[in-house]
């Protein structure tokens, strides 16, 4: 069997679509639009290139964005200062400080500061908390984009076995987390794994999803997968680099292997990875829409 490649590009692009017909009908009927924010500290070029990329798409969608670039030496106190003014600015209804902040600021205070209904990013622990109880909230980008990209491929999961590979706070806890829900997407039987589970090859071959977001190039390897499973793959690690200076990309499962088994898989590039910006100008919209009382 080869597997149906799951394109990440394409979905994206169809949630842009409809996030543009939205945005523009919010604009036409109620005068609403929506206003992201991006606050970037220091030098670091692949969060430079992140957030160049946040703010073309939100400009490109029609969402009014501004970039806050502040050097490196910024105080802790000075970058506070700016969320909290962003907090009360009517214009912004999502704010997003691109991690990780030099190591002279501690980046909980800088995220517990941003308003919860502005932390379009998903991380204020009262979005984690809404988001772990099943209330309405901002979910965080790269797990909805998860999300989608099953919803929209048809994948099954209710009752399903899923294996989560990965604890972090941004992509594994909260996966696994909202695939355990009662909701669309969810109602799988999850199994979250990590460097100290005892034999992860094992968890893996009984799952019908696994969802790699480790950071360890082609791990997960054919051996692991049983017949017919579907793979999100989550990880995006350089490997080398081409001969015309670009980095060469490699996921968290050896594709090549991998796909002769599997029914489903993400690539990488082009798989969760596109997903998870389009999933913050969704969240731009749904701030943008409850500020206004639209929703
Ligand atoms: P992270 O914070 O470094 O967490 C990695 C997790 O993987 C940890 O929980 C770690 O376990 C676990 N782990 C590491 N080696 C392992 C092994 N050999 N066996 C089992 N578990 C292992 O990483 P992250 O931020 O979640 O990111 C994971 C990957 O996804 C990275 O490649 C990152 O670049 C990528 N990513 C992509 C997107 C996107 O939009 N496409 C977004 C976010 C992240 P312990 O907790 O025990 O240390």
């Known amino acids: 069997m080869s597997a149906k490649i799951i394109s990440g590009t394409e979905v994206a692009k169809t949630i842009r679509e409809e996030l543009a017909a939205e945005i523009a009908e919010l604009k036409a009927k109620h005068n609403v639009v929506p206003g992201l924010v991006t606050i970037l500290v220091g030098e670091n070029p692949a969060s430079q290139s992140y957030v160049a990329a946040k703010n073309k798409t939100a400009h490109a969608l029609g ?3 501004e970039q806050v670039t502040l050097p490196a030496d910024t ?3 000075d970058l506070l200062k700016i969320v909290e ?3 009360k600015d009517p214009k912004i209804n999502g704010i997003l400080v691109q991690l990780p902040l030099p190591k002279h600021i501690n980046e909980t205070k800088v995220l517990y500061t941003i308003d919860p209904e502005k932390d ?3 991380f204020h622990p009262v979005n984690v908390g809404k988001m772990v109880l099943g209330e309405q909230c901002y979910l965080p980008c790269t797990p909805h984009g998860i999300l989608e990209l099953l919803k929209r491929s048809g994948v099954k999961t209710s009752g399903a076995e899923v294996v989560v590979i990965g604890r972090s706070n941004i992509v594994g806890k909260p996966i696994a987390n909202l695939m355990l829900q009662k909701r669309d997407a969810g109602d799988a039987t999850v199994t979250l794994c990590h460097t100290r589970t005892k034999d992860l090859a094992a968890h893996c071959k009984r799952a019908d999803i696994i969802i790699a977001a480790v950071g360890v ?3 997960v390897t054919a051996d692991m997968v049983k017949d017919g499973a579907v793979i999100i793959d989550v990880g995006v690690n350089r ?6 200076g670009k980095a060469i990309l490699a996921g968290d499962v050896d594709y090549d292997a991998v796909k002769e088994k599997a029914s489903f898989i993400t690539p990488v ?4 990875g596109p997903m998870t910006i389009t999933m913050l100008m969704k969240n731009t919209v749904q701030a943008a829409k409850q500020a206004a009382g639209l929703i």
Do not use: Q
């Open 63 to 65: 969402i009014h964005s």
């Open 75 to 77: 105080s802790e106190a």
């Open 85 to 87: 003014k962003y907090n």
């Open 120 to 122: 379009v990013d998903g």
């Open 217 to 219: 190039p082609k791990m």
């Open 239 to 244: 490997i080398g680099m081409s001969e015309s």
């Open 269 to 272: 590039p082009g798989g969760v």
